[in-house]
Protein backbone atom coordinates (compact mmCIF):
# COMPACT_ATOMS: atom_id res chain seq x y z
CA UNK A 1 0.00 0.00 0.00
CA UNK A 2 1.23 3.15 -0.92
CA UNK A 3 0.32 7.00 0.37
CA UNK A 4 2.94 9.67 -0.61
CA UNK A 5 1.82 13.99 -0.50
CA UNK A 6 3.86 16.45 -2.13
CA UNK A 7 3.95 19.95 -2.48
CA UNK A 8 6.36 22.46 -3.71
CA UNK A 9 5.13 26.02 -3.15
CA UNK A 10 8.00 27.43 -4.27
CA UNK A 11 9.91 26.20 -7.16
CA UNK A 12 12.09 27.54 -9.47
CA UNK A 13 11.22 27.62 -13.45
CA UNK A 14 14.68 26.34 -14.24
CA UNK A 15 13.96 23.05 -12.28
CA UNK A 16 10.94 22.49 -14.35
CA UNK A 17 12.40 23.34 -17.47
CA UNK A 18 15.36 20.91 -16.59
CA UNK A 19 13.07 17.95 -17.23
CA UNK A 20 13.09 18.78 -20.66
CA UNK A 21 15.46 17.71 -22.95
CA UNK A 22 15.86 21.25 -25.15
CA UNK A 23 16.92 22.83 -21.98
CA UNK A 24 18.93 20.37 -20.13
CA UNK A 25 22.03 20.96 -21.84
CA UNK A 26 25.68 21.71 -20.65
CA UNK A 27 23.83 25.41 -20.48
CA UNK A 28 21.57 24.84 -18.30
CA UNK A 29 23.72 26.79 -15.25
CA UNK A 30 23.35 29.90 -17.39
CA UNK A 31 19.62 30.00 -17.13
CA UNK A 32 17.74 32.28 -14.75
CA UNK A 33 13.93 32.12 -14.69
CA UNK A 34 10.79 34.02 -12.59
CA UNK A 35 7.74 33.51 -12.28
CA UNK A 36 5.05 31.47 -9.32
CA UNK A 37 5.73 27.81 -9.93
CA UNK A 38 3.52 25.50 -8.14
CA UNK A 39 4.29 21.25 -7.69
CA UNK A 40 2.10 19.63 -5.94
CA UNK A 41 0.35 15.65 -5.93
CA UNK A 42 -0.46 13.29 -3.89
CA UNK A 43 -0.95 9.09 -4.22
CA UNK A 44 -2.46 6.64 -2.44
CA UNK A 45 -3.32 2.53 -3.17
CA UNK A 46 -1.64 -0.54 -4.28
CA UNK A 47 0.49 -1.59 -6.59
CA UNK A 48 -0.98 -5.13 -7.88
CA UNK A 49 -0.70 -7.15 -11.52
CA UNK A 50 -2.48 -4.78 -14.05
CA UNK A 51 -3.26 -2.28 -11.30
CA UNK A 52 -1.41 1.21 -10.07
CA UNK A 53 -2.68 3.66 -7.33
CA UNK A 54 -4.74 6.32 -7.34
CA UNK A 55 -2.12 9.56 -8.09
CA UNK A 56 -2.96 13.06 -8.97
CA UNK A 57 0.19 15.21 -10.29
CA UNK A 58 -0.13 18.67 -11.15
CA UNK A 59 2.97 21.60 -12.29
CA UNK A 60 1.58 25.25 -12.51
CA UNK A 61 3.83 28.73 -13.87
CA UNK A 62 2.21 31.61 -13.61
CA UNK A 63 4.35 35.41 -14.86
CA UNK A 64 6.92 33.02 -15.95
CA UNK A 65 10.12 33.80 -17.77
CA UNK A 66 13.69 32.69 -18.11
CA UNK A 67 16.57 33.83 -20.01
CA UNK A 68 20.34 32.32 -20.82
CA UNK A 69 22.39 35.13 -19.61
CA UNK A 70 24.73 34.23 -22.79
CA UNK A 71 21.63 35.40 -25.22
CA UNK A 72 19.65 38.98 -25.55
CA UNK A 73 15.78 37.25 -25.85
CA UNK A 74 14.29 36.18 -22.85
CA UNK A 75 10.92 34.05 -23.16
CA UNK A 76 8.20 35.83 -21.28
CA UNK A 77 4.45 35.54 -20.18
CA UNK A 78 4.93 31.88 -19.27
CA UNK A 79 1.53 30.49 -18.26
CA UNK A 80 1.24 26.63 -18.11
CA UNK A 81 -1.29 24.09 -16.17
CA UNK A 82 -0.69 20.65 -16.33
CA UNK A 83 -2.32 17.87 -14.39
CA UNK A 84 -2.03 13.77 -14.55
CA UNK A 85 -4.04 11.90 -12.81
CA UNK A 86 -5.35 8.43 -12.16
CA UNK A 87 -8.85 8.31 -10.74
CA UNK A 88 -9.03 4.78 -11.30
CA UNK A 89 -6.84 2.03 -10.51
CA UNK A 90 -5.24 0.51 -14.22
CA UNK A 91 -2.94 2.65 -16.63
CA UNK A 92 -5.60 2.91 -19.38
CA UNK A 93 -7.34 5.22 -16.75
CA UNK A 94 -4.64 8.03 -16.58
CA UNK A 95 -5.66 10.95 -17.34
CA UNK A 96 -3.05 14.00 -19.01
CA UNK A 97 -4.36 17.29 -19.29
CA UNK A 98 -2.57 20.49 -20.38
CA UNK A 99 -5.20 23.43 -19.67
CA UNK A 100 -2.47 25.71 -21.02
CA UNK A 101 1.16 26.53 -22.72
CA UNK A 102 1.60 29.90 -23.14
CA UNK A 103 4.77 31.62 -23.72
CA UNK A 104 6.21 34.66 -25.54
CA UNK A 105 8.86 35.11 -27.72
CA UNK A 106 9.42 39.52 -28.00
CA UNK A 107 6.16 40.30 -29.97
CA UNK A 108 5.10 37.22 -30.90
CA UNK A 109 2.78 35.00 -28.70
CA UNK A 110 1.82 31.31 -28.54
CA UNK A 111 -0.52 29.07 -26.86
CA UNK A 112 -1.47 25.05 -27.08
CA UNK A 113 -3.23 22.73 -25.31
CA UNK A 114 -3.64 18.94 -25.07
CA UNK A 115 -5.64 16.23 -23.02
CA UNK A 116 -4.69 12.63 -23.36
CA UNK A 117 -7.35 9.74 -22.29
CA UNK A 118 -7.73 5.74 -22.17
CA UNK A 119 -3.70 5.65 -23.58
CA UNK A 120 -3.64 1.85 -23.36
CA UNK A 121 -6.96 0.77 -24.78
CA UNK A 122 -8.07 3.45 -27.18
CA UNK A 123 -6.04 6.79 -26.45
CA UNK A 124 -7.96 10.10 -27.34
CA UNK A 125 -6.75 13.11 -28.03
CA UNK A 126 -7.54 16.75 -27.89
CA UNK A 127 -5.42 19.56 -28.85
CA UNK A 128 -4.63 22.74 -30.49
CA UNK A 129 -2.26 24.97 -30.96
CA UNK A 130 -1.83 28.42 -32.30
CA UNK A 131 0.37 31.62 -32.61
CA UNK A 132 3.43 33.02 -34.73
CA UNK A 133 7.26 32.20 -34.36
CA UNK A 134 10.31 33.68 -35.44
CA UNK A 135 13.10 31.69 -35.87
CA UNK A 136 15.45 34.47 -36.09
CA UNK A 137 13.96 35.61 -32.63
CA UNK A 138 14.06 31.51 -31.18
CA UNK A 139 18.11 31.49 -31.71
CA UNK A 140 18.81 34.69 -30.25
CA UNK A 141 16.12 33.03 -27.04
CA UNK A 142 17.55 29.12 -27.63
CA UNK A 143 21.31 27.86 -27.41
CA UNK A 144 21.15 26.25 -30.75
CA UNK A 145 24.51 24.91 -32.09
CA UNK A 146 26.68 27.15 -33.84
CA UNK A 147 26.40 25.16 -37.03
CA UNK A 148 22.57 26.17 -37.81
CA UNK A 149 21.16 29.00 -39.08
CA UNK A 150 17.89 29.11 -38.86
CA UNK A 151 15.57 32.63 -39.46
CA UNK A 152 11.80 33.05 -40.88
CA UNK A 153 8.22 33.07 -39.20
CA UNK A 154 6.01 30.30 -38.92
CA UNK A 155 2.33 30.72 -38.23
CA UNK A 156 0.33 27.57 -37.02
CA UNK A 157 -3.23 27.39 -35.75
CA UNK A 158 -4.06 23.53 -35.86
CA UNK A 159 -6.86 21.34 -34.04
CA UNK A 160 -6.98 17.46 -33.45
CA UNK A 161 -9.06 15.53 -32.04
CA UNK A 162 -9.69 11.34 -32.38
CA UNK A 163 -9.11 8.42 -31.84
CA UNK A 164 -5.30 7.27 -32.22
CA UNK A 165 -7.08 3.44 -32.38
CA UNK A 166 -9.14 4.65 -35.57
CA UNK A 167 -5.97 6.11 -37.40
CA UNK A 168 -4.57 2.74 -36.61
CA UNK A 169 -7.44 1.22 -38.10
CA UNK A 170 -8.33 3.10 -41.06
CA UNK A 171 -11.61 4.85 -39.45
CA UNK A 172 -11.26 8.14 -40.64
CA UNK A 173 -14.25 9.18 -39.34
CA UNK A 174 -12.90 8.81 -35.50
CA UNK A 175 -10.36 11.56 -36.17
CA UNK A 176 -10.70 15.27 -37.20
CA UNK A 177 -8.51 17.89 -38.07
CA UNK A 178 -8.80 21.75 -38.78
CA UNK A 179 -6.63 24.72 -39.24
CA UNK A 180 -3.39 26.18 -41.61
CA UNK A 181 0.24 26.39 -41.21
CA UNK A 182 2.37 29.10 -42.94
CA UNK A 183 5.34 29.56 -43.39
CA UNK A 184 7.30 33.25 -44.71
CA UNK A 185 11.12 33.69 -45.65
CA UNK A 186 12.35 30.44 -43.88
CA UNK A 187 16.27 29.61 -44.10
CA UNK A 188 17.77 26.94 -42.68
CA UNK A 189 21.56 26.06 -42.67
CA UNK A 190 23.45 23.30 -40.85
CA UNK A 191 26.42 21.21 -40.84
CA UNK A 192 24.54 17.40 -42.36
CA UNK A 193 22.77 19.82 -45.47
CA UNK A 194 25.03 20.39 -48.58
CA UNK A 195 23.05 23.78 -49.40
CA UNK A 196 20.56 26.46 -47.34
CA UNK A 197 17.17 25.65 -47.33
CA UNK A 198 14.66 29.12 -48.16
CA UNK A 199 11.31 28.80 -48.19
CA UNK A 200 10.10 32.32 -49.64
CA UNK A 201 6.45 31.23 -48.53
CA UNK A 202 4.09 27.67 -47.67
CA UNK A 203 0.58 27.62 -47.08
CA UNK A 204 -1.03 24.23 -45.86
CA UNK A 205 -4.67 23.40 -44.90
CA UNK A 206 -6.13 20.41 -43.00
CA UNK A 207 -8.78 18.86 -42.50
CA UNK A 208 -10.17 15.11 -41.34
CA UNK A 209 -8.82 13.46 -44.41
CA UNK A 210 -5.93 15.24 -46.03
CA UNK A 211 -3.42 18.41 -45.47
CA UNK A 212 -3.25 20.40 -48.85
CA UNK A 213 -0.35 22.18 -49.99
CA UNK A 214 -1.75 25.19 -51.30
CA UNK A 215 1.67 26.57 -52.54
CA UNK A 216 5.55 26.20 -52.30
CA UNK A 217 7.79 28.88 -53.72
CA UNK A 218 11.28 27.67 -52.33
CA UNK A 219 14.98 27.56 -53.27
CA UNK A 220 17.54 25.01 -52.41
CA UNK A 221 20.72 26.71 -52.79
CA UNK A 222 21.02 27.86 -56.68
CA UNK A 223 17.80 25.69 -57.24
CA UNK A 224 14.26 27.09 -57.26
CA UNK A 225 11.05 25.15 -56.17
CA UNK A 226 7.43 25.34 -57.09
CA UNK A 227 4.79 22.87 -55.62
CA UNK A 228 1.20 22.24 -54.72
CA UNK A 229 0.12 18.89 -53.36
CA UNK A 230 -2.08 16.93 -50.87
CA UNK A 231 -1.19 14.37 -48.15
CA UNK A 232 -3.19 11.41 -47.10
CA UNK A 233 -3.64 9.95 -43.44
CA UNK A 234 -1.02 12.67 -41.61
CA UNK A 235 -1.91 12.01 -38.57
CA UNK A 236 -2.09 8.33 -38.96
CA UNK A 237 0.86 8.20 -40.09
CA UNK A 238 2.59 10.44 -37.44
CA UNK A 239 1.03 9.28 -34.42
CA UNK A 240 -0.26 5.63 -35.22
CA UNK A 241 2.79 4.73 -37.92
CA UNK A 242 0.08 4.11 -40.83
CA UNK A 243 0.63 4.42 -44.60
CA UNK A 244 1.12 7.81 -46.07
CA UNK A 245 -0.57 9.04 -49.27
CA UNK A 246 0.33 11.59 -51.18
CA UNK A 247 0.82 13.62 -54.69
CA UNK A 248 2.73 16.45 -55.36
CA UNK A 249 3.44 18.75 -58.58
CA UNK A 250 6.96 20.15 -58.76
CA UNK A 251 8.13 23.09 -61.08
CA UNK A 252 11.16 23.96 -61.08
CA UNK A 253 13.37 26.57 -63.16
CA UNK A 254 16.72 24.92 -62.28
CA UNK A 255 17.80 22.17 -60.18
CA UNK A 256 20.99 21.14 -59.21
CA UNK A 257 21.45 17.68 -57.69
CA UNK A 258 25.02 17.75 -57.31
CA UNK A 259 25.25 19.14 -54.18
CA UNK A 260 22.80 16.06 -52.44
CA UNK A 261 24.60 13.62 -54.47
CA UNK A 262 28.31 14.51 -53.74
CA UNK A 263 30.29 14.44 -50.79
CA UNK A 264 33.77 14.33 -49.75
CA UNK A 265 34.43 11.11 -50.54
CA UNK A 266 32.43 11.85 -54.17
CA UNK A 267 30.30 8.54 -53.31
CA UNK A 268 26.67 7.78 -52.33
CA UNK A 269 25.75 5.57 -49.74
CA UNK A 270 22.38 3.32 -51.58
CA UNK A 271 19.15 4.76 -49.08
CA UNK A 272 16.53 2.40 -48.22
CA UNK A 273 12.87 3.55 -48.72
CA UNK A 274 10.30 3.67 -47.14
CA UNK A 275 7.44 1.00 -47.21
CA UNK A 276 4.80 2.50 -45.59
CA UNK A 277 4.62 5.87 -47.93
CA UNK A 278 2.80 5.80 -51.61
CA UNK A 279 3.68 9.05 -53.09
CA UNK A 280 3.08 10.12 -56.73
CA UNK A 281 5.27 13.23 -57.98
CA UNK A 282 4.70 15.02 -60.92
CA UNK A 283 7.93 16.76 -62.43
CA UNK A 284 8.19 19.48 -64.64
CA UNK A 285 11.66 21.23 -64.72
CA UNK A 286 13.25 23.68 -67.32
CA UNK A 287 16.36 22.23 -66.79
CA UNK A 288 18.30 19.92 -64.42
CA UNK A 289 22.01 19.02 -63.62
CA UNK A 290 23.01 15.62 -62.44
CA UNK A 291 26.58 15.22 -62.13
CA UNK A 292 28.21 16.64 -65.71
CA UNK A 293 24.54 15.65 -67.10
CA UNK A 294 22.46 18.72 -68.13
CA UNK A 295 18.82 18.07 -68.86
CA UNK A 296 16.45 20.20 -70.02
CA UNK A 297 12.44 19.90 -70.60
CA UNK A 298 12.68 17.10 -67.87
CA UNK A 299 8.91 16.08 -67.46
CA UNK A 300 7.55 12.71 -66.07
CA UNK A 301 6.43 11.08 -63.15
CA UNK A 302 7.88 9.55 -60.05
CA UNK A 303 6.72 6.96 -57.75
CA UNK A 304 7.44 5.69 -54.32
CA UNK A 305 5.32 2.44 -53.58
CA UNK A 306 6.00 -0.13 -51.67
CA UNK A 307 9.58 0.80 -50.61
CA UNK A 308 10.23 1.01 -54.65
CA UNK A 309 11.18 4.14 -56.93
CA UNK A 310 9.87 4.00 -59.93
CA UNK A 311 9.87 6.15 -63.11
CA UNK A 312 7.35 6.34 -65.41
CA UNK A 313 8.49 7.66 -68.80
CA UNK A 314 10.82 10.30 -67.20
CA UNK A 315 11.54 12.41 -70.37
CA UNK A 316 14.48 14.61 -71.15
CA UNK A 317 17.19 16.63 -73.59
CA UNK A 318 20.54 15.72 -72.67
CA UNK A 319 23.26 14.62 -74.42
CA UNK A 320 22.57 16.82 -77.82
CA UNK A 321 19.38 14.23 -77.86
CA UNK A 322 16.37 13.30 -75.88
CA UNK A 323 16.15 10.07 -73.44
CA UNK A 324 13.06 8.47 -72.10
CA UNK A 325 13.67 6.40 -68.94
CA UNK A 326 11.22 3.98 -67.10
CA UNK A 327 12.44 1.60 -64.49
CA UNK A 328 12.60 1.48 -60.98
CA UNK A 329 14.99 1.40 -57.66
CA UNK A 330 14.77 -1.12 -54.32
CA UNK A 331 16.66 -2.17 -52.04
CA UNK A 332 15.22 -5.35 -50.22
CA UNK A 333 15.56 -6.40 -46.81
CA UNK A 334 18.03 -9.21 -48.05
CA UNK A 335 20.50 -8.46 -50.63
CA UNK A 336 21.89 -5.45 -52.55
CA UNK A 337 20.21 -2.77 -53.57
CA UNK A 338 18.53 -2.83 -57.26
CA UNK A 339 18.41 -0.76 -60.17
CA UNK A 340 15.73 -2.10 -63.24
CA UNK A 341 16.10 0.55 -66.54
CA UNK A 342 14.12 0.68 -69.84
CA UNK A 343 15.65 3.35 -71.49
CA UNK A 344 14.79 5.00 -75.06
CA UNK A 345 17.25 6.95 -76.34
CA UNK A 346 16.73 9.76 -79.27
CA UNK A 347 20.15 10.81 -81.42
CA UNK A 348 22.38 10.85 -78.61
CA UNK A 349 25.47 11.92 -78.56
CA UNK A 350 28.00 9.17 -78.87
CA UNK A 351 31.09 10.96 -77.09
CA UNK A 352 28.99 12.79 -74.19
CA UNK A 353 27.88 8.71 -73.95
CA UNK A 354 31.18 7.92 -73.37
CA UNK A 355 32.25 10.79 -71.43
CA UNK A 356 29.27 11.02 -68.94
CA UNK A 357 27.93 7.07 -68.21
CA UNK A 358 30.08 4.88 -66.17
CA UNK A 359 28.36 1.92 -67.71
CA UNK A 360 29.59 3.16 -71.14
CA UNK A 361 33.20 3.58 -69.95
CA UNK A 362 33.80 0.04 -68.34
CA UNK A 363 31.90 -2.25 -70.98
CA UNK A 364 32.19 -0.06 -74.15
CA UNK A 365 35.84 1.95 -74.26
CA UNK A 366 35.49 1.73 -78.02
CA UNK A 367 32.60 4.75 -77.58
CA UNK A 368 35.57 6.91 -76.90
CA UNK A 369 36.82 6.63 -80.57
CA UNK A 370 33.60 7.42 -82.01
CA UNK A 371 31.62 10.46 -83.62
CA UNK A 372 28.11 10.57 -84.44
CA UNK A 373 25.34 10.15 -82.93
CA UNK A 374 22.75 6.89 -81.61
CA UNK A 375 19.30 6.21 -81.13
CA UNK A 376 17.29 2.66 -79.92
CA UNK A 377 16.52 0.52 -76.98
CA UNK A 378 18.18 -0.46 -73.90
CA UNK A 379 17.35 -2.46 -70.88
CA UNK A 380 19.47 -1.93 -67.65
CA UNK A 381 19.58 -4.19 -64.72
CA UNK A 382 22.19 -4.62 -61.49
CA UNK A 383 22.81 -4.87 -58.26
CA UNK A 384 24.29 -1.65 -56.70
CA UNK A 385 27.49 -1.36 -54.45
CA UNK A 386 27.70 0.02 -50.97
CA UNK A 387 29.07 2.73 -53.06
CA UNK A 388 25.53 3.21 -55.49
CA UNK A 389 27.92 1.57 -57.93
CA UNK A 390 26.61 -1.18 -60.34
CA UNK A 391 28.41 -4.69 -59.45
CA UNK A 392 29.79 -4.82 -62.98
CA UNK A 393 29.97 -8.81 -63.21
CA UNK A 394 26.58 -8.77 -62.50
CA UNK A 395 25.10 -6.31 -64.47
CA UNK A 396 22.95 -7.42 -67.20
CA UNK A 397 22.10 -5.00 -70.36
CA UNK A 398 20.31 -5.69 -74.12
CA UNK A 399 20.24 -2.89 -76.37
CA UNK A 400 18.84 -2.85 -80.35
CA UNK A 401 20.39 0.60 -81.63
CA UNK A 402 20.54 2.22 -84.79
CA UNK A 403 23.57 4.82 -85.48
CA UNK A 404 22.97 6.92 -88.80
CA UNK A 405 26.23 8.07 -89.13
CA UNK A 406 30.11 7.24 -87.37
CA UNK A 407 33.02 8.49 -87.52
CA UNK A 408 35.77 6.30 -86.28
CA UNK A 409 39.12 8.14 -85.44
CA UNK A 410 42.74 6.55 -84.42
CA UNK A 411 40.55 3.03 -83.38
CA UNK A 412 43.69 0.39 -83.28
CA UNK A 413 41.54 -2.85 -83.89
CA UNK A 414 40.33 -1.04 -87.30
CA UNK A 415 44.09 0.32 -88.10
CA UNK A 416 45.42 -3.25 -87.48
CA UNK A 417 43.08 -4.88 -89.84
CA UNK A 418 43.72 -2.30 -92.55
CA UNK A 419 47.18 -3.37 -92.38
CA UNK A 420 46.86 -6.55 -92.55
CA UNK A 421 43.96 -6.60 -95.58
CA UNK A 422 46.70 -3.61 -97.07
CA UNK A 423 42.71 -2.23 -97.24
CA UNK A 424 43.43 1.75 -96.41
CA UNK A 425 39.41 2.55 -96.02
CA UNK A 426 39.38 0.44 -92.96
CA UNK A 427 41.66 3.12 -91.06
CA UNK A 428 39.45 6.15 -89.46
CA UNK A 429 36.32 4.99 -91.37
CA UNK A 430 33.30 6.85 -91.72
CA UNK A 431 30.23 3.96 -91.26
CA UNK A 432 26.82 4.27 -92.18
CA UNK A 433 23.44 2.93 -91.32
CA UNK A 434 24.30 0.71 -88.06
CA UNK A 435 21.98 -1.51 -86.53
CA UNK A 436 24.04 -2.87 -83.72
CA UNK A 437 22.40 -5.39 -81.41
CA UNK A 438 24.13 -6.32 -77.87
CA UNK A 439 24.11 -7.94 -74.55
CA UNK A 440 26.09 -7.92 -71.38
CA UNK A 441 26.20 -10.69 -69.47
CA UNK A 442 29.07 -12.11 -66.85
CA UNK A 443 31.08 -9.00 -66.92
CA UNK A 444 31.19 -9.05 -70.68
CA UNK A 445 29.51 -6.77 -73.78
CA UNK A 446 28.33 -9.07 -76.68
CA UNK A 447 28.15 -7.95 -79.94
CA UNK A 448 25.93 -9.46 -82.27
CA UNK A 449 26.82 -10.32 -85.74
CA UNK A 450 26.20 -6.78 -87.55
CA UNK A 451 26.77 -6.54 -90.99
CA UNK A 452 28.19 -2.77 -92.80
CA UNK A 453 29.94 -1.59 -95.53
CA UNK A 454 33.30 0.11 -95.95
CA UNK A 455 33.13 1.48 -99.14
CA UNK A 456 32.80 -1.54 -101.88
CA UNK A 457 33.56 -3.59 -98.77
CA UNK A 458 30.97 -6.09 -96.92
CA UNK A 459 31.94 -6.89 -93.27
CA UNK A 460 30.09 -8.68 -90.33
CA UNK A 461 31.94 -7.81 -86.91
CA UNK A 462 30.27 -10.16 -83.77
CA UNK A 463 32.53 -11.01 -80.70
CA UNK A 464 32.49 -9.22 -77.65
CA UNK A 465 34.76 -7.23 -75.19
CA UNK A 466 35.32 -7.54 -71.10
CA UNK A 467 35.64 -5.02 -68.14
CA UNK A 468 39.73 -6.38 -67.89
CA UNK A 469 39.30 -4.41 -71.69
CA UNK A 470 40.38 -7.76 -73.54
CA UNK A 471 38.59 -7.91 -77.10
CA UNK A 472 37.34 -11.57 -78.72
CA UNK A 473 36.20 -10.19 -82.21
CA UNK A 474 35.48 -11.44 -85.24
CA UNK A 475 35.08 -9.38 -88.25
CA UNK A 476 34.15 -11.24 -91.70
CA UNK A 477 35.61 -9.06 -95.17
CA UNK A 478 34.55 -9.25 -97.93
CA UNK A 479 36.64 -8.48 -101.15
CA UNK A 480 37.77 -9.26 -104.68
CA UNK A 481 40.43 -12.13 -104.61
CA UNK A 482 42.27 -9.85 -106.92
CA UNK A 483 43.05 -7.78 -103.86
CA UNK A 484 43.56 -10.83 -101.81
CA UNK A 485 46.85 -11.91 -104.74
CA UNK A 486 47.87 -8.43 -104.57
CA UNK A 487 48.36 -8.16 -100.73
CA UNK A 488 50.77 -10.74 -101.34
CA UNK A 489 49.55 -12.85 -98.03
CA UNK A 490 50.96 -15.81 -97.87
CA UNK A 491 49.40 -16.83 -94.43
CA UNK A 492 45.98 -15.33 -96.40
CA UNK A 493 46.69 -17.18 -99.21
CA UNK A 494 47.09 -20.21 -97.69
CA UNK A 495 44.04 -20.60 -95.97
CA UNK A 496 42.19 -20.44 -99.08
CA UNK A 497 41.84 -24.43 -100.57
CA UNK A 498 40.99 -22.77 -104.14
CA UNK A 499 43.65 -21.35 -106.81
CA UNK A 500 44.07 -17.81 -105.97
CA UNK A 501 44.82 -17.67 -109.80
CA UNK A 502 41.88 -18.98 -110.97
CA UNK A 503 39.51 -16.48 -108.70
CA UNK A 504 40.07 -13.18 -110.94
CA UNK A 505 37.68 -10.37 -109.08
CA UNK A 506 35.57 -13.27 -107.16
CA UNK A 507 34.47 -11.79 -103.88
CA UNK A 508 35.98 -13.92 -101.01
CA UNK A 509 35.61 -13.93 -97.35
CA UNK A 510 38.24 -13.29 -94.90
CA UNK A 511 37.68 -14.26 -91.34
CA UNK A 512 39.97 -11.99 -88.96
CA UNK A 513 40.24 -12.48 -85.44
CA UNK A 514 40.91 -9.16 -83.60
CA UNK A 515 42.09 -10.04 -79.48
CA UNK A 516 44.34 -8.26 -76.87
CA UNK A 517 42.91 -5.02 -75.90
CA UNK A 518 42.06 -1.54 -77.38
CA UNK A 519 45.12 -0.24 -77.24
CA UNK A 520 47.09 -3.30 -77.87
CA UNK A 521 45.28 -5.09 -80.52
CA UNK A 522 46.12 -8.00 -82.39
CA UNK A 523 44.55 -8.99 -85.51
CA UNK A 524 44.89 -12.55 -87.14
CA UNK A 525 43.44 -14.33 -90.42
CA UNK A 526 41.41 -17.89 -89.19
CA UNK A 527 40.07 -18.15 -92.68
CA UNK A 528 38.93 -17.24 -96.19
CA UNK A 529 36.08 -18.69 -97.80
CA UNK A 530 35.12 -17.91 -101.79
CA UNK A 531 31.91 -16.51 -101.74
CA UNK A 532 29.12 -19.17 -102.23
CA UNK A 533 25.83 -17.39 -103.62
CA UNK A 534 27.98 -15.90 -106.28
CA UNK A 535 29.10 -17.13 -109.85
CA UNK A 536 32.15 -18.85 -109.12
CA UNK A 537 35.17 -18.66 -112.09
CA UNK A 538 36.80 -22.16 -111.27
CA UNK A 539 33.43 -23.72 -111.82
CA UNK A 540 32.90 -22.04 -114.80
CA UNK A 541 36.08 -23.28 -116.28
CA UNK A 542 35.80 -26.70 -115.03
CA UNK A 543 32.45 -27.03 -116.74
CA UNK A 544 33.70 -25.08 -119.90
CA UNK A 545 36.11 -27.88 -119.92
CA UNK A 546 33.72 -30.35 -119.47
CA UNK A 547 31.90 -29.36 -122.71
CA UNK A 548 34.39 -29.01 -124.74
CA UNK A 549 35.90 -32.54 -123.68
CA UNK A 550 31.83 -33.36 -124.38
CA UNK A 551 32.06 -31.54 -127.38
CA UNK A 552 35.02 -33.49 -128.45
CA UNK A 553 33.84 -37.15 -127.32
CA UNK A 554 30.56 -36.33 -129.37
CA UNK A 555 32.31 -35.29 -132.62
CA UNK A 556 34.51 -38.39 -132.57
CA UNK A 557 31.54 -40.80 -131.82
CA UNK A 558 29.90 -38.90 -134.91
CA UNK A 559 33.42 -39.49 -136.96
CA UNK A 560 33.07 -42.62 -136.02
CA UNK A 561 29.46 -43.39 -136.90
CA UNK A 562 29.69 -41.42 -140.29
CA UNK A 563 32.97 -43.59 -141.07
CA UNK A 564 30.89 -47.26 -140.07
CA UNK A 565 28.31 -45.96 -142.40
CA UNK A 566 30.29 -45.57 -145.03
CA UNK A 567 31.96 -48.53 -144.75
CA UNK A 568 28.98 -50.41 -144.56
CA UNK A 569 27.64 -48.34 -147.56
CA UNK A 570 30.64 -49.64 -149.51
CA UNK A 571 30.59 -52.90 -148.82
CA UNK A 572 26.63 -53.77 -149.47
CA UNK A 573 27.15 -51.56 -152.60
CA UNK A 574 30.17 -54.32 -154.01
CA UNK A 575 27.69 -57.04 -152.51
CA UNK A 576 25.12 -56.20 -154.68
CA UNK A 577 26.96 -55.36 -158.14
CA UNK A 578 28.27 -58.85 -157.72
CA UNK A 579 24.93 -60.44 -157.21
CA UNK A 580 22.87 -58.57 -160.51
CA UNK A 581 26.12 -59.06 -162.76
CA UNK A 582 28.75 -56.92 -161.88
CA UNK A 583 31.30 -59.46 -163.29
CA UNK A 584 32.07 -61.57 -166.62
CA UNK A 585 31.96 -65.71 -167.40
Known amino acids: NTSLVFNAPEAKIEDVLSILPLFYTETYSDLNGSGLVVLKGNMNGEYRQGEIPQFTASASIKQGSFQYTSLPTPVEGIEMDLTIENKGNTPDDVLTRLERLNFRIK ?165 RLPDNIEFLLGVSAATVEVDQLNMTDVRGDIILKDGVLSLNELTGNTLNGKLVATGSYSYPDEGNPVMDFALNLDKMSIPSLYQNIVTVQQLMPFASYMGGDISGQVTLNTPLDDTFMPEWAQLLSKGKLIVPKVNVKDFKPFNKLSEALQISRLKDPSLSNLRPSYYIKDGRFVLEPMRFTVGEYNIEASGSNGLDKSLDYLFKVTLPASELKQSANSELAGLLKTDINLLGTTPVTVDMKVSGSPDSPTVKPVGVDVVQNIADPVKDKIKQEQEKAKQKLEDQINKDLQKKKDDLKNSVGKKLKGLFGGGKK
Not at 159 to 171: D, M, P, R, T
Not at 204 to 228: E, Y
Open 107 to 271: DKPFSARMVLTKPISDMQVDGAMKGALSMSDIRTALPLTDETQLSGDINADLKINGSLKALEENQPQRFSSSGTLQLANLQYAAADLPENVQVKSANMTFNSTQAKLNNLDATIGKSDLKATGELQNLFGFLMANQPLYGKLDLRSNFFNMNPWIEGESETVEPP
